[in-house]
């Protein structure tokens, strides 16, 4: 996997390339939620690289990307994808990001409209972190720091996946090469990494400025950022299309994969298309 180098720190990232035929392509950008890494994303990398230029990036010490002694925090993070885009030059981009990618989205959206051309969030949030889940979310992450995460998987598990999903055969072979790609990770980073979400303070009130357009999708049945945290973005992002998506948890891109690339496709060439301009 190739790295970039942002403020003396290597990023892992994946990149498609422009598409044959197709010099004009848009590019897409991935950024995964909390304890994964862009490989999440591969059924969207699949059905949209043939029309999109797709980038995946992995957060400080998730993924490919290796740990760093600071810099978890979600305004680091966010400077280190305007930091890629930059190192890329891909211009201004489609951001695709799905919980703690989707925190990182709404900053850059914010505060760096000139980057993005549109904006899709998946299961995320523009608050803070409940306070009634941040002790759990602190318990859980100092097990993976000291036993690492296999003594918890049945705890953590359902947070990341609906219970549709974990009674599949799909599901428990998704929730295996989970676990064996987390027990490649360093586990002070996935500490470290869990205290950069839950210390995220809130955007909320930055979201009304956002001019991107935005597509919002949550799965019904995520418990780790409810359809209710997607809806107050819906409401306060100007004219932002809202679905929910049925029997799925938090990590949608995963858990119903066509239904969310059938989404994100209609939005893309919606954008794209010469009528939005």
Do not use: N
């Amino acid at each position: 996997m190739p790295f970039v180098v942002v403020d003396r720190v290597p990023l892992a990232y994946t990149d498609t390339g422009t598409p044959a035929g197709r010099p004009d392509a848009s590019t897409v950008v991935f950024g995964h939620g909390l304890l994964f890494g862009g490989w999440m994303f591969r059924a969207q990398l699949a059905a949209l690289q043939r029309d999109y230029r797709c980038v995946t990036l992995d957060w400080r010490g998730q993924g490919s990307t290796p740990p760093t002694a600071d810099g978890y925090d979600i305004d680091t993070l966010t400077a280190d994808a305007v930091g890629l885009l930059s190192a890329l030059d891909t211009g201004p981009v489609h951001w695709v990001g799905l919980s703690m990618g989707g925190f990182v989205g709404l900053r850059l959206a914010a505060r760096h409209p000139e980057l993005l051309r549109s904006l899709t969030l998946l299961d995320t949030s523009a608050d803070a972190e409940d306070p009634a889940k941040i002790a759990e979310y602190h318990r859980l992450a100092w097990a993976l720091r000291w036993f690492g995460h296999r003594p918890v998987l049945g705890r953590v598990a359902p947070h990341l996946f609906g219970p549709a999903f974990l009674a599949s055969s799909t599901g428990r072979a998704t929730v295996r090469e989970w676990s064996r790609r987390l027990a490649a990770t360093q586990r002070v980073a996935l500490r470290d990494a869990v205290h950069g979400v839950t210390a995220r303070p809130t955007i909320a009130p930055e979201l009304p400025s956002i001019t991107a357009p935005t597509l919002v999708l949550v799965g019904a049945d995520d418990t780790a950022t409810p359809p209710a945290r997607s809806d107050r973005i819906a409401t306060l992002i100007p004219h932002a299309d809202h679905h929910v998506l049925p029997a799925c948890g938090h990590s949608s891109s995963l858990e119903q994969p066509d239904l969310v690339t059938d989404h994100l496709r209609r939005f893309l060439t919606d954008v794209d298309s010469p009528a939005v301009h």
